[in-house]
């Protein structure tokens, strides 16, 4: 199973498992591989994942 990025930027290390918004503006939403949801919790795996993803993108951006 491939990927899917739904994000130009990795999202918050604490957003939702499924799609990534913060949980203070989750309410309900829908993600057609999840359908709708309520904010659930991210894997260890996908904290680290998105954590690696935003401090790539800092260096990036620094680097001319």
Do not use: F
Not at 6 to 20: S, V
Not at 49 to 61: D, F, I, L, P, V
């Amino acid at each position: 199973m491939s990927a899917v990025i739904r994000h130009q930027t990795a999202p918050n290390p604490d957003g939702c498992r499924w799609c990534g918004t913060a949980r203070h503006h989750h309410g309900r939403r829908y993600v057609a591989s999840q359908g709708a949801h309520a904010w659930e919790q991210p894997t260890n795996t996908q904290r680290l994942a998105r954590m690696r993803a935003r401090s790539a993108a800092r260096t990036r951006k620094e680097t001319p």
